[in-house]
């Protein structure tokens, strides 16, 4: 990564979701596998004093299937990440530095997987709570009052509240 960075380095691409592991794992599209296109810029910041700070200028884009909260249908969702990372040498280094900065901050690996860190990225991008704007069915509704486990109708709370009310 330093030499990477020294020499600033260029590299993008594209992967197949599916060689994203952790991230095919939400994606519930049919049909061929979504594409990932990523491109990353390492580069050497000169600091007065001190050796330049390794940073990496990381982008990727992906559309995920993933389960509408409201309907269960699938519902195209477009992810993208746009990060500086910054690396310095060892995990207190960079657990201290996280904690006081607001810029993201990664201890420097002996080997940096890039798409491992591809994936991490696309993974925290992803909405918590996936939905369609309006979902393409109506939800369903139940026609009749919902029954206990003895088949017996369950009074409305609602109803009980209005009856407590008017008591009083």
Same mark, same amino acid.
């Given at each position: 990564?330093?030499?990477?960075? +020294?020499?600033?380095?260029?590299?993008? $691409? *594209?992967?197949?979701?599916?060689? /994203?592991?952790?991230?095919? @794992?939400? %994606? !519930?599209?049919?049909?061929?596998?979504?594409?990932?296109?990523?491109?990353?810029?390492?580069?050497?910041?000169?600091?007065?004093?001190?050796?330049?700070?390794?940073?990496?200028?990381?982008?990727?884009?992906?559309?995920?299937?993933?389960?509408?909260?409201?309907?269960?249908?699938?519902?195209?969702?477009?992810?993208?990440?746009? +990060?500086?990372?910054?690396?310095?040498? $060892? *995990?207190?280094?960079?657990?201290? /530095?996280?904690?006081?900065? @607001?810029? %993201? !901050?990664?201890?420097?690996?002996?080997?940096?997987?890039?798409?491992?860190?591809?994936?991490?990225?696309?993974?925290?991008?992803?909405?918590?709570?996936?939905?369609?704007?309006?979902?393409?069915?109506?939800?369903?509704?139940?026609?009749?009052?919902?029954?206990?486990?003895?088949?017996?109708?369950?009074?409305?709370?609602?109803?009980?509240?209005?009856?407590?009310?008017?008591?009083?």
């Amino acid at each position: 990564m330093a030499r990477s960075a +020294r020499d600033a380095e260029h590299l993008e $691409g *594209e992967w197949p979701l599916r060689d /994203l592991p952790r991230l095919a @794992e939400v %994606d !519930v599209s049919e049909g061929p596998a979504p594409r990932v296109h990523w491109s990353a810029q390492a580069e050497l910041r000169p600091v007065l004093g001190g050796e330049g700070e390794i940073w990496l200028h990381l982008q990727a884009q992906a559309e995920v299937a993933m389960a509408c909260q409201r309907c269960l249908a699938p519902v195209s969702t477009p992810v993208s990440v746009d +990060r500086w990372i910054r690396f310095v040498t $060892g *995990e207190a280094q960079a657990e201290a /530095l996280d904690a006081e900065s @607001e810029d %993201d !901050v990664l201890a420097l690996p002996r080997w940096l997987d890039l798409a491992e860190l591809v994936e991490d990225e696309l993974l925290l991008a992803l909405p918590i709570v996936p939905r369609h704007e309006t979902c393409p069915a109506p939800l369903p509704m139940p026609a009749t009052p919902v029954e206990d486990e003895e088949g017996e109708a369950r009074p409305n709370p609602f109803a009980v509240l209005a009856q407590l009310k008017s008591r009083s």
